[in-house]
């Protein structure tokens, strides 16, 4: 059996925000690729991280 790997717990304010945000994004992104079909952003996607806004951009 292997061991889970554990992440480094945040420490700071800042480090808690982004952990929280990119969090927040997985979540958002799961549930729209299981729904299917078409769906729209209702927050614009400059406060994606570089590697969602990407991502997010090739999809439009």
Known sequence: MSKARRSK???T???REALI???HQ???RS???TLGGSFFLDKPVAHLDDL???A???IF
């Open 9 to 11: 717990r945040p420490e």
């Open 13 to 15: 304010d800042e480090e």
């Open 21 to 23: 945000s990119t969090l």
């Open 26 to 28: 997985d979540i958002a």
């Open 31 to 33: 549930k729209a690729r």
């Open 52 to 54: 969602n806004r990407v």
């Open 56 to 58: 997010m951009m090739d």
